[in-house]
């Protein structure tokens, strides 16, 4: 049976320890975090190691900043990376596997106007992997995995599906970057969102979720028992972390969410 998680920000609760009870008792079997920049995600330690103590499974870690690791300007391409290796340091402090992050979001997309970037293909190409190596060393060195994931067409140009992401992890060569799925995207991006799993099945980490119209699993079309079923037969051992919107009364839509994934396969 797979595990299931749900983001911070969904859970009810004025601390990790009250968001972790009414997890447990929803049915849930982990947090996962957020991690702003700014540094912050480095000024909650103490607050993340009282967790730690009191018994929070806090197993992965999001990244929400306002710039990632790809952006165009050097100087918050540069910040990104900073913020970054110090959000993973600090994961790996807590004794969490990894964190998850875009390479941009709603920077550019190639659908909407101008609709060229100001990077060619293999400048976009030469700063993800120089990103992706720099993160993944410090990741190594931590004993920690960065999760590297495709975003849709409309909020991400440069990595949209999986197998591109496993193409990059594969020429930067470090086991410590592996892909962090997203069910909405993939619904978006993969043409069978299932084989696609299985083709990238030596390179997947981590999996989040949400429906297709990005609410919480179980408000769209998404064909669960499909994708479920696909990282059963990979044999992913992780969390299905819920990261959505909610639909309906906020609170009966987060408790909803660990029942309808198990009812359809995890």
Known sequence: MLK???QEQLLPGDSLQE??????????????????GDFHFRDRLPELTRA???GVVMPTVCVDML???A?????????????MKSQISVAAQIGALGVQTPASYGMF???LPPFEPPRTEQQDREVLLSGLTELGEHARKEGAELYLEPLNRYEDHMVNRLEQAAELIRTVGLDSVRIGIDSYHMNIEEADPAAAILAAAP???????????RFQP??????????IGALHTIGYEGHLAAECRLTGDPVAAVRSIPAFLRRSGA
């Open 109 to 111: 997309s190639r659908r």
């Open 52 to 54: 730690v103590a009191d």
């Open 71 to 83: 952006a165009f300007d050097e100087s918050l391409r540069r910040d990104a990376l900073d913020q």
């Open 4 to 6: 299931t998680a749900c």
């Open 67 to 69: 710039h990632f690791f």
């Open 218 to 227: 179980g408000a769209g079309h998404l064909d669960w028992p499909a994708w």
């Open 19 to 36: 968001k972790w009870a009414f997890a447990q008792d929803a049915g849930f079997d982990a947090i996962e975090l957020r991690s702003k």
């Open 203 to 213: 390179y997947i980490g981590h999996a989040q979720v949400s429906d297709s119209n």
